[in-house]
């Protein structure tokens, strides 16, 4: 014999779909407050990116510091910001979509999770970056 539920989790069984909608926004959230730490690592990483060249690197506040590696490096955590702010987005959105069928429909062809790997692979891509070009500056 199963235990007995309770009115709340009927409710979330009968949710669109037969999906239910309290335990995709449980995930949602959790993805969601990783992304906003991604996009503030990242959002650090490019300020900090300035602070090494100048202060650990001693590059001359004169001198040109956008070079390739650089602009690669800054492109990957600007990418990063983005895609994870988008991200929140379209979670948003998806879970609307679960909750009333009628809404939410103008971006259910872009999985939120394919822009979820954009930003790991941008933030990491980044930190690659950064590291190579780190080493090779340092020795």
């Avoid at 007995?4 to 407050?33: I, T």
Wanted: overall charge negative.
């Amino acid at each position: 014999m199963s235990p007995p539920s309770s009115k709340a989790q009927d409710a979330a069984s009968d949710a669109p779909n037969g999906l239910n909608f309290d335990r995709e926004h449980k995930v949602m959230s959790m993805f969601c407050d990783n992304a906003k730490t991604y996009i503030q690592l990242s959002s650090a990483a490019l300020v900090l990116t300035l602070t090494f060249v100048r202060q650990i690197l001693h590059v001359p506040d004169d001198k040109n510091i956008a070079n390739l590696w650089m602009t690669l490096m800054w492109g990957c955590f600007l990418l990063a910001v983005l895609s994870g702010a988008f991200y929140q987005y379209l979670a948003v959105k998806y879970l609307e979509g679960l909750a009333d069928p009628e809404a939410g429909k103008e971006w259910e062809w872009l999985r939120p999770g394919t822009i979820y790997a954009v930003m790991l692979a941008a933030f990491y891509g980044g930190a690659v970056v950064f590291t190579v070009y780190a080493i090779s500056r340092l020795t």
